[in-house]
């Protein structure tokens, strides 16, 4: 067994609320392995009991804790009903922040808890004035700010299901959501802010709207102080101002536990973005135990993670809020030119307790000199970490460069059950370049191509029991079989997640990266179509084809290839009318990293692009090992895309 590189301190650890946890169960309080093993094999031990250590406030109880165990379609606490803005909002004290917003200009204001619950009071009763109830969908275009936290859960007490999308999407890209969930309300703000400049989101709203033609009225957000001209909206137009300063009482409907709360959406590689729906009560046993167990937040923490509201973590800052933590939300960049290290100045000056990022951002910070410690960074406690694998060699600058009493925490899970598989935790050991154990409740394997488990070789991540936020459905799959089909047609029964990970003999977990064709930037799962459906609506572009692949060093290369049309050359010039179309027409984080000419992108007989093998090829996986050429169409261009690979990784090695 290797030597841990940071074991935490056994004070620290037997203080923290999973050692208490594990003590009430007769646990030793630094028996991770222990404690874990009991979590998968019992599950309704386990789940009962973090139900009853949060104390979840139902209005009717549960008949059992898990009625049918089975994937998918597991039948979790039936009878019981609850609500899940309820319990976001009864922990915060109310004179204490609930929610510190924070940009990239150092500004910010607070929210205590007794005003975010008028705030929200005052929106739902808004909605509900407009019909919103049980059921109906509102939807948000807007940045990270409290705007997006109060709207969420206004529809939340309402029953009403939510969805949002950050505005650096194009309003094509954000209705190719939407549209799909026939929403009533639109809440979209003026702009937001990035790298110093402003970015005017009004007209983007208003074609957005334009998009939805089930909406009754759309709520428009004063956030960057832009004026919002008159313009012809499609449905009632109602200032943010008028629909959060009402005051009224929040009364919070009660939903059975897997009344659906939320659609988060897929990247949409194959096509339209899939709406993966989450329950009321499936998300708030699963946050209360990764946020108050793996992350230990309660009341006097504060958490700071970056992220878009489009990125699942998002959903899980918010959640915070369930544990009695202060949350903070943040518009603008994580390293902005004026300032790079801004982040870190504002976790000092605010008392951050845990810090979340990126692999990019940490090695980012690393290669450009940044020293976080010339701030007073002695409130962090953790570093917590997602997107994609966090290399060896981040661990000791984040310790010699944060501190070496901060906990290191990486961590990988999904949009797709809006939490982690696996982690670290406050009494477990962590080994650099891998996660410290599975999460608890979560029954993790390594399968190899036989569907057998395998301990320190790579197999295919999976999940052989139900997790309670697993998805209910998605949206507009009325017989199951998307859903079926996207998880479970390798293994019947059986959660495939489509990450490449190893299972060591000392429990950690390694993560190697995707087995599919999502890409995946910066943390924020981008799909491929969304690349393709603009870049192929160029006069001078035949076809094109985006891969994401992980490195060794940890980075992330994301190249575009295009077969230009007839008579056309692929020149700096086009390249930066591709740049600009992605831009534009999807996002500023779908811009490629590089532009490749190519003869020709290879199809299945079927006519799906190769994106996963010309990956793995890309990568330097064998070409016997990625595809048999007889499947497809132009079989010629796999030895072009591998020796492609392989001039990359001669020109990096001599690099």
């Known amino acids: 067994m290797s030597t841990p590189f940071f074991t935490p301190a056994p004070e620290t650890a037997a203080a923290s609320r999973i050692a208490e946890f594990a003590r009430l169960h007769g646990i030793a309080p630094d028996d991770y392995a222990t404690l874990h093993r009991w979590s998968v094999t019992d ?104 705007h997006a936290i109060v709207a969420f859960l206004a529809a939340a007490s309402l029953g009403a299901v939510w969805s949002v999308c950050g505005q650096d999407y194009a309003p094509k890209a954000a209705a190719d959501r939407f549209a799909q969930l026939e929403p009533t309300v639109l809440i979209a703000a003026d702009g937001y802010l990035f790298n110093g400049t402003t970015h005017d989101r009004r007209d983007a709203a208003l074609e957005l709207a334009h998009a939805l033609p089930t909406l009754k009225a759309t709520l428009l957000v004063d956030h960057m102080g832009l004026p919002w001209p008159p313009q012809t909206y499609p449905s009632l137009v109602i200032p943010w101002e008028d629909a959060s300063t009402r005051t009224e009482e929040l009364t919070c409907v009660p939903v059975p536990f897997d009344h659906p709360l939320w659609v988060v959406f897929s990247s949409g590689t194959t096509g339209l973005p899939k709406g993966i729906v989450h329950g009321h009560g499936g998300v708030l046993v699963e946050h209360l135990k990764t946020l108050g167990l793996h992350s230990d937040l309660g009341p006097g923490d504060r958490l700071l993670w970056y992220t878009t509201t489009h990125w699942m973590m998002w959903n899980l800052v918010v959640s915070s809020l369930l544990t009695g933590a202060t949350t903070c939300t943040y518009d603008g960049s994580p390293a902005p030119f004026a300032k790079l290290d801004v982040l ?76 982690g598989f696996a982690g670290s935790a406050p009494n477990a050991p962590v080994w650099a370049g891998e996660l410290s154990a599975p999460h608890l409740g979560v029954a993790l394997a390594a399968y190899d191509s036989e569907g ?203 690099s």
């Open 344 to 419: 870190w100045e504002l976790a000092a000056r605010h008392g951050i307790t845990v810090f979340g990022t990126s692999p990019q951002y940490l090695l980012g910070m690393a290669k450009f000199g940044i020293d976080p410690s010339v701030h007073d960074l002695s409130a962090v406690r953790v570093v917590g970490c997602t997107g994609s694998a966090l290399p060896a060699s981040a661990y000791p600058w984040v310790r010699d460069h944060v501190g070496d009493h901060v906990l290191l925490a990486s961590i990988s899970g999904g949009t797709d059950i809006v939490s």
């Open 43 to 146: 599950l309704e031990g386990f789940w009962g009991a973090v139900w009853e250590y949060f104390d979840i406030d139902a209005d009717t109880p549960y008949e059992q804790v898990l009625a049918e165990e089975r994937m998918p379609g597991a039948r979790w606490f039936p009878g019981a009903t609850l609500n899940y803005a309820h319990h976001a909002l009864r922990n915060l004290a109310g004179d204490r922040p609930a929610i510190i917003a924070l940009d990239e200009n150092g500004s910010g204001y607070q929210l205590t808890g007794e005003r975010l619950r008028l705030l929200v009071a005052s929106v739902a009763a808004t909605l509900r004035d407009l019909g919103v109830g049980q059921g109906d969908r509102v939807v948000g275009y807007l940045p990270n700010t409290p």
């Open 452 to 654: 057998f488990p395998v301990t320190d070789q790579v197999g295919e991540l999976v999940v052989t029991r139900p997790m309670p936020s697993m998805p209910l459905y998605f949206w507009n799959d009325p017989d199951g079989s998307r859903y079926r089909d996207a998880y479970f047609s390798s293994y019947p029964g059986v959660w495939r997640h489509g990450d490449w990970i190893t299972v060591t003999g000392h429990g950690s977990v390694i993560v190697h990266g995707r087995s599919d064709s999502t890409l995946n930037r910066n943390g924020v799962r981008l799909g491929s179509a969304d690349i393709h459906d603009v870049v192929e609506r160029l006069p001078e572009i035949a076809e094109a084809l985006v891969i994401g692949a992980e490195e060794p060093d940890g980075g992330y290369w994301m190249p575009l290839f295009v077969v230009p049309a007839a008579g056309v050359t692929l020149d700096d010039t086009l390249r930066e009318k591709i740049r600009d179309a992605v831009r534009t027409g999807a996002s500023p984080r779908h811009v490629p990293d590089e532009i490749l000419e190519v003869p020709g992108v290879p199809h299945t007989r079927t006519g799906k692009k190769l994106e996963v093998p010309i990956k793995r090829l890309l990568q330097g996986a064998p070409v016997e090992q990625v595809v048999n050429p007889a499947t497809v169409d132009s079989p010629d261009l796999i030895d072009h895309y591998a020796r492609l690979g392989e001039e990359r990784r001669r020109g990096r090695s001599a």
